[in-house]
């Protein structure tokens, strides 16, 4: 009878024990750092929505958002292994493949790049072709000698006399009604319009034919080689994030954002979800029966040939090794819109 009980008690403690262990692994998570490359704002909302309502959890994973900003470096810590994804271009993973530098876009949360043209709303600028007729094209260094080049080659007028360096700060462009600004769609228009009093023309060059894939999970090429599932799981609960940080209760996400830019304000993020949805950026194009992050061969090769075209990129390229479509257009998530 003793013998008995003991059998059973330690049959008992083995099944506990085990038990333990199995709670344990269960709550083991693999731990994960996305470095942005700007500061906190609505239009990294997806991220920290998914760090926020536990769906990073959800998929096993312990997910840190680092912020990006002025003096960050996040690219460079994903070069050197500090960081695990980041949140890149396209332009520049074709520039890494140049330099020979392994990063790979494996999703594209932004299905239309947000950069826009700005100008005076009494001008007579109703198209975007109509910007050529302006004086002055306010611009930064990057978009001189990318989208401009583009707009020279395809759109008449464009030249290099009426581009001025633009230095972040909108003064110049509102007291000049014959200039135009360069802009992101969900930022500049926003900030204009609080001190002029008006509110500027926009044009978003995603639809007048300069289409990027923009806020990129960027990744390296060692991490998708040998880290498959944690690839595809923060790709997933990324796109998860997504659509609950669109349709569903953000206030949390939203919380961590003004935690991380104190500077943001509830207005700004308002307005920054509403010209997302309005425009497509996040939902436009194959994402919309896909999936939230879709990319194509197509749509990434056009862009390639534009940069071809313009002399940013040599034809010989090989572009397809900054990108793989093998994590994406799954539909993850689609259920969670409302």
């Known amino acids: ?11 008992a403690l083995m099944g506990f024990a085990a038990s333990l262990g199995s709670t344990s692994a269960a709550l083991a998570l693999d731990e994960v750092t996305y470095g942005t490359n700007w500061l906190a704002q609505a239009e990294h909302g997806g991220f920290y929505q998914a760090v926020a309502d536990g769906t990073y959890e959800k998929y096993g994973l312990k997910v840190t958002v680092v912020q990006g900003g002025p003096q960050a470096a996040n690219r460079a810590l994903l070069i050197a292994g500090k960081v695990d994804f980041y949140m890149g271009s396209p332009l520049g993973e074709m520039d890494a493949v140049k330099e020979g530098i392994p990063l790979i876009d494996v999703a594209a949360i932004f299905q239309k790049d947000p950069q826009v043209l700005l100008a005076h709303p009494d001008q007579g600028i109703e198209k ?83 289409n990027p894939y923009s806020t990129m999970i960027t990744t390296t090429a060692t991490m998708v080689e040998t880290k498959a599932d944690l690839v595809q799981r923060f790709v997933d609960a990324s796109a998860e994030g997504w659509y609950n940080y669109l349709y569903g209760d953000n206030k949390a996400a939203n919380d961590l954002i003004k935690k991380d830019n104190p500077e943001m304000t509830d207005g700004q993020i308002e307005y920054s979800i509403a010209k997302m949805k309005e425009y497509g950026i996040v939902e436009s194009g194959e994402a919309m029966d896909k999936g939230i992050g879709c990319m194509t061969d197509e749509k990434y090769k056009a862009f390639f040939d534009s940069m071809v075209q313009i002399g940013v990129q040599p034809a010989d390229l090989d572009y397809k090794k900054a990108y793989t479509t093998q994590f994406v257009c799954k539909g993850v998530g689609m259920a969670l819109k409302k």
Do not use: H
């Not at 009878?1 to 049959?11: E, G, I, N, W």
């Not at 072709?129 to 930064?140: C, E, N, Q, R």
């Open 1 to 11: 009878m003793r013998d008995t009980l003991t059998k059973t008690s330690l049959f």
């Open 128 to 210: 975007f072709a109509d910007l050529a007729k302006l004086d002055s094209i306010f611009m930064g260094k990057d978009g001189y000698v990318t989208y401009y080049e583009w707009m020279k080659k395809n759109f008449e007028g464009f030249t290099d006399e009426k581009y001025k360096p633009y230095t972040f700060n909108p003064a110049p462009f509102i007291a000049d009604p014959k200039s135009a600004q360069q802009g992101y769609l969900t930022s500049e228009p926003y900030e204009i319009e609080k001190q002029a009093g008006w509110a500027p023309k926009v044009f978003l060059l995603a639809d007048n034919g300069y």
